[in-house]
């Protein structure tokens, strides 16, 4: 299964941006897809999810900035990230938890730098 994340880059304060997330080889349905970040000298922590079934969950620092969706059929999920902050800079993981306890699988990562 391999996770190929694109859309990240550098943006001033205030601008938007929209991250997309491939997922392929897998032969499991995947329930839960979703966004982490890394920011320097900091815990890998969680942006948003989206199951399957379209429900959603947001960290707190994102949420009304934030819309996370998905493609089943393309297993695609995306990022749309507005009003960011240089706080919002990090690097991006996605990340899929296939169905059936079938194991979970992360992206490379993708830099997103938010400049002042």
């Known amino acids: 299964v391999q996770l190929q994340a694109s859309g990240g880059g550098l943006v001033q304060a205030g601008g938007s941006l929209r991250l997309s997330c491939v997922v392929s080889?897998?032969?499991?349905?995947?329930?839960?897809m979703g966004w982490y970040r890394q920011a320097p000298g900091k815990q890998r922590e969680l942006v948003a999810t989206?199951?399957?079934?379209?429900?959603?969950n947001y960290a707190d620092s994102v949420k009304g900035r934030a819309t996370i969706s998905r493609d089943n059929a393309k297993n695609t999920v995306y990022l749309q990230m507005n009003s960011l902050k240089p706080e919002d800079t990090a690097v991006y993981y996605c990340?899929?938890?296939?169905?059936?306890?079938?194991?979970?699988?992360w992206g490379q990562g993708t830099q997103v730098t938010v400049s002042s």
């Open positions: 990340y899929a938890l296939l169905a059936l306890a079938a194991g979970d699988y």
């Open positions: 080889g897998s032969r499991r349905s995947i329930y839960r």
């Open positions: 989206v199951t399957s079934g379209g429900v959603t």
